[in-house]
């Protein structure tokens, strides 16, 4: 389902986000391809259409996120709420291994949410390892 969202109201979302997913970090500029604007709680299950409930994420991270809003946490077998950028810090459930190539999960949160929305696919592992080694990686993150 497509939702209009005003660009007066993505330019705000890009300006907070840094042009970069987020959920793997992925910029824009990277990727060299457009964000996307992900509703964090799904408009099919009652999410609006407002900066406290829209994020960036690069199209990979929202295809797989869909509508849910929940996925299983691999280590607990707990059924536990997706990480929520607007709510949530990034490095509170997240890290980097040691050559940034993919993102671990340090919580329940962190954990089912790089498995359900595949934060680690081959293709991007491998870019990663790429931006890596020329210094495009891992970005910036805000203390």
């Known amino acids: 389902m497509s939702v209009y969202i005003s660009q007066n109201l993505r330019s705000q979302i890009e300006a907070f986000d840094n042009k970069r997913c987020c959920y793997c ?17 799904p408009v099919s ?9 829209l994020c960036l994420a690069c199209r990979t991270c929202n295809e797989y996120k869909a509508g849910n809003k929940e996925a299983i946490d691999p280590i607990t077998g707990q059924n536990v709420a997706l990480f929520n950028p607007r709510q949530q810090i990034w490095k509170e459930h997240f ?3 040691s050559d940034a190539s993919q993102v671990e999960g340090i919580t329940s949160i962190g954990r089912a949410s790089v498995i359900a929305l595949r934060v680690n696919n081959a293709l991007i592992v491998a ?15 805000e203390s």
């Open 25 to 41: 970090l992925t910029t824009e500029e990277n990727s060299g391809i457009p964000m996307t604007i992900d509703h964090i709680q």
């Open 45 to 53: 299950k009652g999410g609006l259409n407002t900066l406290d409930n």
């Open 95 to 97: 890290q980097w291994n």
């Open 127 to 141: 870019t990663r390892m790429r931006w890596f080694a020329i210094g495009w990686h891992p970005p910036e993150l």
